[in-house]
């Protein structure tokens, strides 16, 4: 079967005063990525394409290593790494920070969240919801959010989850904006050029074959309008392409979770040229009868601390995609 396994933050030092940005450190990462390259093979996107196109599941564990969100530190960080190892990787990119010159609506979230205590975060949520006239209460039980965000507490997870699946993303980018510019006045253009790949690096990326499209703005896809869905689709590959010289045809939905990537959304990107695309349904893919709907772990999926004795288990017993009837 083949494993994707996705990344987001690559950085010396998670240290805030209010832990909310987690991922791995270099030392990590290399470790993670030997480890990978000691029990099982791992390919690219021009690999996995190929595969695709044939038809041809993978004989043995094959990995695709992934990051999301096209932020600088990974080009700094991990990509260093991969070539030292001589690895490949694929780089999903969002293009409106790029070309707005703002701050995706999930990291000025995770920006807040690591500068402001819990409670007051959630006060500063509550005065500009009631400032914009946006309604805050929470329909959800708290199985979903748990379900999503398993590594956060219930409570983060609840915030998390109202803000990204139970907000119209209007309401939420709004809202967000809001809250970021009373913590952070004035910044953001600064913050987006430090945090987020510049063109020259993303044409570095794509002369490697290692370029994808995350959308145009981190939304959960499946929650817009068919125009505005093919339009998310369109303009991250315009630009990337703009940009590189290379128009992508791998795609990682935002978020990943059946709300955000339905069977609508799959047709779409296919229709806009983008050949496999990834999910965040936790599976391994043991065809390819429907590659819009690839499945990927998170990270802390792996049990990376078990050595490669437990990887090997990992493999041999992770359940095969159901290849998009997730989003039924």
């Known amino acids: 079967m083949l494993f994707a396994i996705n990344y987001h933050y690559v950085r010396e030092s998670f240290e805030a005063p209010y832990p909310s940005v987690f991922g791995v450190t270099p030392e990590q990462f290399e470790r993670d990525a030997k ?39 990974q080009f700094e960080l991990a990509l260093p790494i991969l070539r030292r190892l001589g690895l490949p990787a694929v780089f999903f990119v969002n293009t409106s920070p790029r070309a707005e010159s703002r701050v995706s609506s999930v990291h000025k979230l995770h920006l807040l969240r690591s500068q402001v205590a819990p409670p007051a975060f959630a006060d500063l949520l509550k005065a500009q919801a009631r400032r914009l006239k946006i309604d805050l209460a929470e329909p959800d039980d708290g199985r979903g959010a748990e379900s999503h965000y398993r590594y956060d507490s219930p409570d983060i997870a609840r915030i998390k989850y109202l803000l990204n699946f139970l907000l119209e993303p209007e309401e939420r980018r709004h809202l967000a904006e809001a809250c970021f510019e009373a913590v952070f006045p004035g910044q953001e253009a600064d913050l987006s050029q430090r945090l987020y790949m510049s063109p020259d690096q993303l044409k570095s990326l794509a002369a490697e074959g290692m370029t994808g499209s995350h959308s145009h703005h981190h939304l959960p896809l499946g929650r817009l309008s068919e125009a505005s869905i093919r339009g998310e689709i369109r303009s991250s590959l315009d630009l990337l392409e703009q940009w590189t010289g290379k128009r992508p045809v791998a795609m990682s939905y935002p978020y990943g979770s059946p709300e955000a990537c339905t069977d609508q959304v799959g047709r779409i990107a296919r229709e806009e040229g983008v050949r496999f ?52």
């Open 35 to 73: 480890l990978l390259s000691k029990t099982s093979r791992v390919v690219g996107p021009e690999t996995l394409l190929k595969w695709i196109e044939r038809q041809v599941p993978p004989a043995a564990p094959s990995v695709v290593i992934t990051f999301d969100d096209g932020l600088q530190e």
């Open 277 to 328: 695309a990834f999910t965040m349904e936790r599976a391994g893919n043991a065809d390819w009868g429907n590659p819009w709907f690839l499945a990927r772990y998170a990270n802390n999926d792996f049990p990376f601390e078990g050595g490669a004795y437990a990887l090997r288990d990992f493999f041999r017993r992770a359940p095969a995609s159901r290849g998009g009837r997730q989003s039924q």
